[in-house]
C-alpha cells in the first residue's frame, strides 16, 4: 500500500471575484509539476442555488476543464450556442464534462430557472500534452447514468468519472491523458483500496465528506483536508473514525512537459502564453469557428458540432 507523503488543509479563494462563493482550492498548497497532469481542483458548495453567481463567459487555452456537478442542475454557455439551449448545454445532477479546450474556447453557466435546490460539486483542470495544445476544441458531457456506479462492497459505492475501475471504463476520452477520477462513498466501517498501475505517480485524496484513515500508515484527515500520496504502491481508503466518508480521487501518469500557467491559459512556453493574450484580445485565432460536441448516454454517444453564432462574432466587429 502507498504512504501518505504529505496531508494539507486547502485555503479558499473567489475565482471570478463576485465575492459571493469561495471555492476551496484544493491542490492550491501544490506546484503545477507536483500534481501533473492535474492542474486544478476547486470544491465548491453544497449552498443554495441563490447563492450562486451567474458565471457569464470566460476563456482557457491549452488544458481540459472537467466539472463535475454532484448536486444541482445548470445550462452551460458557449460562443457556439451563446442561450445555452439544447441537449449539449443541460448539465445535470450527477453529469461530467470534459471540455477540451485546445485552441481557444469560451464559457459560462446561466442557472436552471425551474432549480430551487443545492448545488455542490468540483472543477478540475487536466492539462494536454505540447502536441494537443491548440487542437480544436471539444466538449463531452457524460450524462449521469453513462458514468458506471459500482458497489464494491455493501458499504462502498464508487462512482468512475474518468478512466478505469474493476473493469468498468468511463465513456469519457481524455485524448492520451493517463488519468482516473473517481467519487468514493463510504458508509461507517467501509474500506476501498484503489488498485495503481506502475507510473501512475500522481495521486491525490481529497475529503468532502466525514473524516477517515488513509494510506499504509492510517494517516486521519477530515472533510476539507487533501492527501498526497508516495509514486508506488495502491490507495487505501477507510471510512474508520465514526462516520460516513466522501473522497474524490485523482490518480494519473504526469507528461512530464513544460508548464507555463498565467490566469486561464496554459501552454508550454512563455510566447505562447503572450500569443493566447494577443489573439484573444484581437477576437482574431483564438475561437474556432466550429466547435464539436460528444453527449455520452447508456444507449451510446452523439456527436453534434455547431458554429459560431452570429451574437458573438458582432462583438468583435
Known sequence: MADVVDKRQPG???PFGTGKVL????LGPYQAETSDPFLMLHAFGPTHISGMPTFGMHPHRGFCEVPYLKKGTWFSTDPWNMQGVGEDAKFLEGQLQWGKAGCGIEHGMRKDSSYDGPVMGFQLWVNLKAANKLDPPVFQNARPESLPLLTLTPKVTAKLLVGELNGKRSPVD???VDCTYVD???EVGGEAAFSRAAGRDAAFV?????KGSFGAKAIVASAGEILRFG??????IRADQGSKLGVMLLVGTP???PIVQHGPFVMSSRAQIMQAFEQYQRGQGFIANQCEYQLHTVEGTMVTKRGLEEAYLRQWR
Request: glycine residues 12%; proline residues 4%; contains cysteine.
Open 23 to 26: 471555492v476551496v482550492d484544493c
Open 12 to 14: 479558499k479563494v473567489d
Open 206 to 210: 481529497y475529503v468532502y465528506e466525514g
Open 174 to 176: 481524455t485524448f492520451g
Open 255 to 257: 507528461l512530464r512537459e
Open 184 to 186: 468514493y462513498m463510504l
Open 231 to 236: 509514486p508506488v504502491g495502491d490507495i487505501l
